[in-house]
C-alpha cells in the first residue's frame, strides 16, 4: 500500500544535514517545543541516514534549545549502543516505529510488513531502558480485511500496547498510486475506511493509558477516508479535534450514512 519509495531521491551524495539546516532556520521560532523528523523511512538506519549526519541533527537542534524531538524507525535499527550516543546529546527522543498492527497474520499477509508483533516488543524494551519515548503507528483497513474486522484488529492492537506505547496514532489507509491496493481499488475489491470506523476505534481506545491520536489523510476524496458529503468535513474535524483533547464527547455524531456504514458491518 505504500508508494514512499518513489520518493526516494537517487542522488546518494545529497547533504541532508544541511538541507535540514535549511528547512530548519527557514521554519525557526522560539516557541518551537518539539521538532518531528519524518523520513517517510526509518531515521536510525545508517543507510538512510548517516550515523554522523544524525548526530550533528540531533546536536544542532540540542544547541537551538529544542526539548524534544522525534524521529521514525522500524524496529530493526533500534540498537542500544547507537540511541546510547543520540540521548547522551541531551534531547529527549520519542521513536514512531510504524507497527500496524499486532495481528502477525495480518502483518504478514496483508501489509508484507517485514516484522513481527514480537520484534516491535523487543525494541519497545531497548526504548523504555533508555527513557526514550514509544510512539505507535496502527493502520486502519490494511487490505484484504473486511470493514468489521479493521475495527477490531486497531482496537485490539492498541488494547495490546497500552502499557508499552506513550502515543498511539491511527492512520487510516490512503490509496497510493502504483501499488497492489490501487491494483484491488481500481477493480472495486478495496475501499479505504468509513469515518464511522475512525470514530468507533477512537471511541473504544479512548480510555487507554497511551495518547491516542489521529490526523487522517485525503479524507473524504476518492482514495481516502470517507463518510458522505453531507458529514465529511465535520467528520474530519471532529477527528482532529478529538486527537487535541481527547474528549470522547467529541465523537458523538449522527448522519443518514450511518446506516449504510453499519449495514456493511453487518455482510460479514
Not at 209 to 235: M, T, W
Request: aromatic share 10%; glycine share 4%.
Amino acid at each position: 500500500m505504500c508508494s514512499y519509495f518513489e520518493d526516494s531521491p537517487s542522488d546518494p551524495s545529497i547533504d541532508l544535514f544541511n538541507v535540514f539546516v535549511d528547512e530548519f532556520n527557514s521554519a525557526y521560532d522560539k516557541e518551537i517545543r518539539k521538532v518531528k523528523i519524518f523520513t517517510s523511512g526509518s531515521f536510525l538506519d545508517p543507510k538512510e541516514v548517516n550515523q554522523d549526519c544524525a548526530k550533528k541533527i540531533i546536536t544542532f537542534l540540542s544547541e537551538r534549545g529544542i526539548p524534544e524531538v522525534t524521529l521514525e524507525s522500524r524496529p530493526e535499527y533500534i540498537k542500544k549502543d547507537y540511541l546510547e550516543e543520540l540521548v547522551g546529546i541531551g534531547v529527549q527522543i520519542e521513536v514512531a516505529i510504524g507497527l500496524e498492527s499486532s495481528n502477525n497474520r495480518i502483518l504478514q499477509h496483508s501489509i508484507n510488513k517485514g516484522f513481527t508483533f514480537e520484534d516491535f516488543l523487543s525494541a519497545s524494551e531497548v526504548l523504555k531502558k533508555l527513557g526514550i519515548k514509544n510512539k505507535a503507528y496502527i493502520m486502519i483497513k490494511p487490505p484484504f480485511v473486511t470493514e468489521k474486522e479493521a475495527i477490531h484488529d486497531a482496537i485490539n492492537s492498541a488494547r495490546s500496547i497500552e502499557n508499552i506505547a506513550d502515543v498511539i496514532s491511527f492512520n487510516p489507509m490512503t490509496v497510493h498510486k502504483n501499488t497492489i491496493v490501487e491494483y484491488l481499488w481500481n477493480k472495486g475489491e478495496y475501499s479505504p475506511p468509513w469515518g464511522w470506523s475512525i470514530l468507533e476505534i477512537l471511541k473504544e481506545t479512548s480510555n487507554l493509558r497511551p495518547d491516542i491520536i489521529c490526523h487522517p489523510v485525503a479524507f473524504g476524496r476518492s482514495r481516502g477516508p470517507k463518510n458522505c458529503k453531507i458529514c465529511n468535513r465535520e467528520i474530519e474535524k471532529r477527528i482532529l479535534d478529538f486527537s487535541l483533547k481527547n474528549d470522547p464527547k467529541i465523537l458523538e455524531y449522527g448522519c443518514d450514512c450511518k446506516k449504510e456504514w453499519e449495514e456493511e458491518l453487518l455482510k460479514f
